[in-house]
């Protein structure tokens, strides 16, 4: 991930902050409607599983130069992924229903540099999350 990226991100964290909730209601939303196989991945999950998500996306982007702040959370995220069966092929359903609400939340904020760097920051993450849940499933 590139430091220009790393820079939009951070530059979008106080916006995510105040829009979190919105976003991640949006897609679910999204999601549901467009990926319906993916419902079943959530048939357990509790009430606050958009503001988890919420809280996450903004820790992540606070903290994008500082991985290292996130790894309880990551570790926790593995463990829930690995529970609920989640794929690497759910990754791409799920950035393109976050984009998506990303960009219809924040509206012209979200200029195409900014869903440019939301991808790559996603995409990157998404790697991280898929190779520790492959140990984590390998170990099961």
């Not at 590139?2 to 991640?24: C, G, Q």
């Not at 999601?31 to 509790?46: G, M, Q, R, V």
Request: glycine share 2%; charged share 30%.
């Amino acid at each position: 991930m590139t430091e220009n990226t790393k820079e939009i991100i951070k530059s979008t964290a106080p916006l995510l902050k105040e829009k979190k909730d919105e976003i991640t209601e949006t897609m679910y939303k999204i999601l549901f409607e467009k990926y319906p196989e993916t419902k079943i991945l959530f048939k357990d999950a509790s009430d606050d599983q958009p503001k988890k998500l919420a809280n996450a996306i903004y820790a992540y982007a606070n903290n994008i130069d500082n991985l290292g702040n996130l790894q309880k959370g990551l570790e926790t995220m593995v463990k829930a992924h690995v529970k609920t069966n989640i794929k690497p092929e759910h990754y791409p359903m799920v950035q393109d229903a976050l984009l998506s609400s990303i960009k219809k939340t924040l509206g012209e904020v979200c200029t195409k540099d900014v869903e440019n760097a939301w991808s790559s920051a996603y995409e990157f993450l998404a790697n991280i999350l898929i190779n520790k849940e492959k140990l984590a499933y390998s170990k099961a």
